[in-house]
């Protein structure tokens, strides 16, 4: 998107909005780009804001994705207020955001582009090779003002707070000797880099209301780090990120991060004063500054050590205050089973999970007092199998509401949840010691960011851009869980004619499982147990329907604006959502961890049996755009094949191009569902016993698999 600063659209995006029940509300913001949701927030009026970096040009044969930062403000009946791109020549990620309660919209990030736009800017040009920035919108979308932050060498803000007053307060990570400081500050010097190490600190900056002056600005961090290891600690230096920041009534601020230095500044009297850290692993940090930034009120480590194999890095996802000022924060912290050496993460007796019969990284929720001197809770919230916690809110009645990610199948539920998916939301009490709710989700329907609002809404967002509403008193899922391309499984808001999909939900679907059926005229069928959908209208053959998943195939001519999906029992609408369509999104079909793929001699490809160099491969996939000619919704194909209309390629994982030797519909299933055959030309000297390949169709790039390879 080269020398395009701004782009602003007064009009909805094609994908947004739609209410799908009393219950709860699910959106989907982003269109038919390609988006990385990062955080949510609402304002006194009910208005949501969600923030994240979009992605143009990002085919897989490019050098580099474009990435630029995206603002959309949906209102409380769901209709969009505005949409904002903005950005330079160079990559952008947003990483914070904050709203006042006059609707002003706060974010902060970093930018390795020169011509980011600089509004009122207190610091105009880009000063390193990646500065922070941070800008203010104004309620309708315009720029208050937007500058760099930082030094010569590489700075990033993570988090972002504002006050009663209109100031904004920014942390992130500093490498940078020159970082903007004031006088009077906390710690106005940084330690240097050599020639073997590179040091970074936190940082905390205050800026005024007009965007125009530093209030004060400081560093925070240590020097030393503990490192035993010989030639491997010549490296040796500390790190230091603030994560995430909170503002209190009397304008102290609260910031969170992680370090792994042993001298990193704590008080006397707070929780934890010795780090469990070293040069290999961190622990995070919890700080409150004064209302000048001149002193720590008091800062305390918070952490464990991971088994002495391990390299442990504890990680914080999300900080919030409750209205006493006490401090909560969820992210990924070590969990030490029967046997395993280390110190345990800090729990408290009588919390939910204090301790976890599991050895990895796992969500973690812990409340600090509002001195920092003592845990008012801290607690586990897994099952057995990694994940973190990465949204933290908190309503008016101290019920803790949290996001994140997880990979265990036993994750602790509750009734009326959903559950299967990599994603989950979870109420705990305000004493941490009881679980009000709990559910899976799809992956990439939530653990973003989670965001509480007016009238006891939590504001769930996942990555690919889903944002649901939910009642915090009575929690009720929304009835349509997201849509996904069938052999990724992650849900996005993207659709594409002949995909075979999978839609998501706690009871979308017939009371039992039922299979694939043929119509009267050998078509796929559109009806299974009782229950249709629709896209635009049009009927969708289904090959498989189960109470919570059903598979469906788009139809062929589902059109080009946006796309209503609606899932239909006994002929009445039950769940419904808003998509976008795009040209294509190829997904190759898994088997096992290997592609779905059969190898020349007609043996499905494995380890056990190996494609041969030289050999041709033919892998299965759907997603592919449309067909030349256009078969019928529902035809099992045989005969002449359709061929693909958009250019295919298969690509190695290093950026090798596969010759390509037929692409289109597979002969035999239903119309969609796509064979790709290619050679597999590769040189013997360096041939893996692995090789990764992806579909591009058109410049869009699928998902990665793996092939089993031989010479």
């Not at 913001?29 to 949510?40: D, E, M, P, S, T």
């Not at 070590?334 to 976890?356: I, K």
């Not at 990465?390 to 008016?396: F, L, S, T």
């Not at 808001?493 to 059926?517: N, T, W």
Request: proline share 6%; charged share 15%; aromatic share 8%.
């Amino acid at each position: 998107m080269p020398n395009v600063r701004t782009r602003l659209l007064a009009a909805a995006l094609a994908a947004l909005p739609l209410t799908s029940s009393a219950a709860g509300q699910a959106v989907y913001v982003g269109g038919a780009k390609q988006v990385q949701a990062a955080r949510v927030a609402s304002d006194s009026a009910g208005n949501r804001y969600v923030a994240g970096t979009v992605f143009f040009n990002s085919g897989y044969d490019l050098v580099g994705a474009d990435a630029d930062i995206f603002l959309t403000k949906i209102a409380p009946d769901g209709t969009v207020v505005y949409t904002l791109y903005f950005g330079g020549d160079g990559s952008d990620e947003l990483r914070g955001m904050a709203v006042d309660q006059a609707g002003r919209v706060y974010l902060a990030g970093a930018t390795g582009s020169a011509n980011f736009p600089a509004v009122n800017a207190l610091q105009p040009r880009l000063s390193g090779g990646q500065d922070g920035f941070l800008c203010r919108l104004s309620p309708s979308g315009g720029f208050d003002y937007s500058t760099f932050l930082g030094g010569s060498r590489s700075d990033s803000a993570y988090g972002v707070a504002v006050d009663a007053s209109g100031n904004a307060y920014v942390t992130g990570e500093t490498a940078s000797i020159d970082f903007p400081v004031t006088r009077g500050a906390f710690q106005t010097t940084t330690q240097p880099p050599d020639v073997f190490r590179s040091p970074s600190d936190a940082f905390v900056t205050k800026v005024s209301s007009d965007g125009r002056s530093l209030l004060y600005s400081t560093y925070l961090g240590g020097r030393n780090v503990v490192c035993i290891g010989g030639s491997r600690c010549i490296p040796a230096a500390s790190r230091e990120a603030g994560l995430a920041i909170a503002v209190d009534a009397a304008g102290s601020a609260l910031v969170a991060g992680r370090t792994n230095s042993s001298d990193f500044p704590v008080t006397a009297g707070a929780f934890q004063t010795a780090c469990q850290c070293d040069y290999f692993s961190s622990d995070l940090f919890v700080a409150r500054l004064d209302a000048t930034g001149s002193a720590l009120v008091f800062s305390t480590y918070l952490g464990g050590r991971g088994p002495d194999i391990v390299l442990l890095e504890e990680s914080l996802g999300a900080m919030a205050l409750d209205r006493e000022g006490h401090v909560l924060l969820t992210g990924a912290a070590w969990s030490l089973g029967s046997g395993a050496s280390g110190a345990p993460f800090p729990t408290t007796p009588g919390a939910f999970q204090p301790r976890l019969d599991y050895t990895g990284r796992v969500p973690f929720v812990t409340k600090l007092d509002r001195g920092g001197g003592r845990l008012l809770f801290s607690t586990f919230l897994s099952g057995k199998g990694t994940g973190a916690g990465a949204g933290i809110a908190v309503d008016d009645a101290g019920t803790v509401c949290v996001t994140g990610t997880t990979s265990a199948a036993d994750f602790p539920l509750r009734p009326g949840s959903f559950s299967r998916g990599g994603g989950f939301y979870a109420q705990l009490d305000r004493t941490g010691s009881t679980l009000l709710f709990s559910t899976l989700l799809p992956n990439g329907f939530a653990g973003a960011d989670l965001a509480y609002g007016p009238s006891g809404r939590a504001h769930l967002l996942g990555p690919a851009g889903y944002l649901s509403q939910i009642e915090t008193p009575a929690p009720a899922l929304p009835p349509l869980l997201g849509v996904a391309n069938a052999a990724a499984a992650t849900v996005t808001g993207r659709i594409v004619a002949g995909e075979l999909v999978s839609l998501f939900g706690a009871s979308i679907g017939p009371d039992s499982p039922q299979g694939l059926r043929l119509d009267p005229d050998g078509k796929v069928a559109t009806e299974l147990g009782g229950v249709d959908v629709r896209f635009n209208g049009r009927p969708a053959p289904l090959t498989y329907a189960q109470l919570d998943q059903i598979n469906a195939v788009v139809p062929m001519l589902v059109g080009f604006g946006e796309v209503l999906v609606e899932v239909r029992r006994a002929r009445r609408v039950t769940a419904s959502l808003k998509l976008s369509p795009a040209l294509a999104d190829p997904q190759i079909f898994p088997n096992g961890s290997y592609a779905a793929a059969l190898n020349d001699d007609g043996t499905v490809n494995g380890p056990g049996s190996p494609a041969r160099v030289g050999s041709v491969v033919a892998v299965f996939a759907t997603g592919l755009g449309w067909l030349n000619p256009l078969p019928a919704d529902g035809e099992i194909v045989f005969g002449e094949l359709p061929r693909a209309g958009l250019p295919v390629r298969v690509v190695t994982g290093d950026g090798r191009h596969l010759p390509v030797l037929w692409a289109g519909q597979a002969p035999g299933l239903v119309a969609g569902v796509a064979q790709v055959n290619f050679r597999l030309e590769l040189s013997e000297a360096i041939l893996p016993d692995t090789l990764s390949i992806r579909l591009v169709v058109g410049g869009v790039a699928g998902n990665e698999a793996r092939l089993a390879v031989a010479p």
